[in-house]
């Protein structure tokens, strides 16, 4: 079992910055694949960005290319997301996820995938 605590969001105004802390306990952190998702009212949850369990290889949405960076911190059981450049658009409940098969082909993007969940830090942008 995995316990996922995410922090970091607030108020912030367009074009400007927040970043999101993920902090786990529970199983050894780096065992996991590492995701961040987001749910803007009345839309479906969509995939941010993913960091794999070495830390090696990423990715992201569209829509948040050059603007978000997702980074982990296996000493300190940590994943964070780096937020620049935010946008009205970009408000939504922020969550993190874990997905516990490693050694996927592919760095999954769906909500399905994950097995564990956080609580969600909710970010608003305003214009």
């Known amino acids: 079992q995995v316990q996922l605590v995410e922090s970091g969001g607030g108020l912030v105004q367009a074009g400007g910055s927040l970043r999101l802390s993920c902090v786990t306990s529970?199983?050894?952190?780096?065992?996991?694949?590492m995701g961040w998702f987001r749910q803007a009212p009345g839309k479906e949850r969509e995939f941010v960005t993913i960091?794999?369990?070495?830390?090696?290889?990423?990715a992201y949405a569209d829509s948040v290319k050059g603007r978000f960076t997702i980074s982990k911190d296996n000493a300190k059981n940590t994943l964070y997301l780096q937020m620049n450049s935010l946008k009205p658009d970009d408000t939504a409940v922020y969550y993190c996820?874990?997905?516990?098969?490693?050694?996927?082909?592919?760095?999954?993007?769906?909500?399905?995938?994950?097995?564990?969940w956080g609580q969600g830090t909710q970010v608003t942008v305003s214009s």
């Open positions: 960091i794999n369990w070495t830390g090696g290889r990423t």
């Open positions: 529970g199983r050894t952190f780096s065992d996991y694949n």
């Open positions: 996820a874990a997905d516990r098969i490693r050694m996927r082909p592919t760095l999954p993007t769906t909500s399905g995938n994950y097995d564990y």
